[in-house]
């Protein structure tokens, strides 16, 4: 007895079922984000993660999303390719491949993108690739602080940034970047909040990345509470937050 073609593509199908991995679980977690200062909330920023793929939604209050990032982070290297675009204003920025080249690049509101080319550092940090970075070193940093190329985007330069540690105080500790130069003065530092307990991020103090009419980041405090997150979102999060219109319209 001989299977038709119909019966034979069945079993081929249920075979690649029964062997196919199971899709990675996808992280969700949420900061508010205040003005410095402030008591009221300004935005949201909507976290999705998986083992490969960092997407983040900045939501206005009424939950309508107006800007987008998203990270490669496959490897978990702390220097992932970035792409950030908020559809207010056309600003975007990140860091691309340009066939053996990594660039920096900036489009501001009504300009052009303008690209510059990335020397390779391998002790350098980029973006939200700081908290692999931290995680990785955790011990040395709060033992003795570190000092780590941190790439300023916009500028398309690497920057010296000293990480030093409080003690820890109710489960958490405080972490501060600032610019290890003679010019550290002139930028403002940046706070950092992890649990000790888990390493996660609880709040972040400094500028953001949604930028005010003159095109300058806002300060911010965001803050990351436990019961914001989720370990295993069901679904295609992920898919469905690169998929999002970018149409809100904050009011504040």
């Known amino acids: 007895m001989t299977l038709d073609d119909s019966a034979r ?10 062997v196919a991995p199971p899709a990675a679980a996808v992280e969700r ?13 300004l935005y949201r920023e909507v976290h999705f993660v998986d083992t490969s ?18 990270l490669d982070m496959r490897g978990g290297s702390p220097q992932p390719d970035y792409s ?6 056309g600003y975007e920025e990140g860091v691309a491949r340009e066939g053996a080249t990594r660039v920096a ?3 501001r509101p009504g300009g052009k993108r303008v690209e510059r080319p990335l020397p390779d550092k391998g002790d350098a940090v980029i973006d939200a690739g700081f908290d692999t970075y931290l995680r990785t070193h955790w011990d040395t940093v709060v033992r003795r602080g570190a000092t780590v190329a941190f790439l300023l985007t916009s500028r398309g ?23 290890d130069a003679w010019y550290a003065f002139v930028a403002p530092s940046i706070l950092v909040t992890y649990s000790e307990a888990d390493r996660r991020l609880r709040r972040y103090e ?7 009419g003159r095109g300058k980041p ?13 370990s295993a979102v069901t679904g295609d999060p992920i898919d469905d937050a690169l998929s999002a219109p970018l149409d809100g319209r904050c009011a504040s």
């Open 9 to 18: 593509r069945t079993i081929f199908l249920a075979s690649c079922l029964m």
């Open 218 to 230: 806002i300060p911010v405090r965001i803050e990351f509470p436990p019961s914001e997150r989720r």
């Open 105 to 107: 690049y900036v489009r």
């Open 157 to 179: 330069r690497f920057m010296p940034i000293h990480i030093s540690a409080d003690e820890p105080r109710d489960g958490d500790r405080q972490l501060t970047l600032k610019l």
């Open 206 to 212: 400094g500028p953001g990345n949604i930028r005010d």
């Open 84 to 89: 950030f675009v908020d559809a207010r204003t």
């Open 29 to 41: 977690y949420v900061g508010t984000a205040y003005r410095a200062g402030a008591t009221t909330p």
């Open 53 to 70: 793929r960092h997407t983040v939604l900045f939501e206005c209050l009424d939950g309508k999303a107006f800007a987008r990032k998203e």
